[in-house]
């Protein structure tokens, strides 16, 4: 196993945890916020804000080690069929587009974070900045992209 084959797995299992870590706290958001709306007539005042911004950054975060781990889905009903140099044609041209399109969303998410920030953009009710999440979201698809190369 390689430097960067090392580095790129520590680095997905990393940001799983950090995936794992957002999880839980929207599962308790949620249940707070239900017992809150509830039993105590109380909500948790920006649930729907906080709970969305939590579900980015689990799904941003996870997308490297599920695909690391052949966890993703794919259709190969098709391809079953075919022989093994059409299959390994199709992987790599499959392949090569979902570099150009994870290499295309970290640097257009990069801009779009720069321009978030310099506009000060928020979330609606608890006027939470929304660069950190839209730089974490870019950040997060690095090593996916590295996942690919590899």
């Known amino acids: ?20 870590v957002a999880l839980a706290l929207m599962l308790g ?17 920006g649930a729907m804000d906080l709970s ?7 799904i941003a975060f996870s997308t490297a080690q599920t695909h690391r781990m ?3 889905i794919k259709v190969d009903f098709v391809t079953m ?4 140099k059409v299959r390994k044609i199709i992987r790599f041209v499959s392949t090569s587009l979902c570099v150009l399109f994870f290499a295309t969303v970290l640097w257009r998410l990069v801009l779009y974070a720069e321009g978030v920030q310099v506009h000060h953009e928020a979330s609606l009710t608890v006027k939470i900045p929304l660069a950190p999440f839209a730089y974490a979201m870019a950040l997060a ?5 590295l996942v690919l190369l590899l």
């Open 29 to 45: 958001l949620v249940t707070a916020d239900i017992i809150g709306a509830k039993g105590l007539r109380m909500p948790v005042s």
């Open 1 to 20: 196993m390689g430097g960067l084959e090392t580095f790129t797995r520590g680095l997905s299992n990393c940001f799983l945890w950090v995936a794992l």
């Open 52 to 58: 969305s911004l939590l579900a980015l950054l689990a």
């Open 141 to 145: 698809f690095l090593p996916m992209l």
């Open 81 to 84: 069929f075919l022989p093994k």
């Open 70 to 72: 052949g966890r993703h």
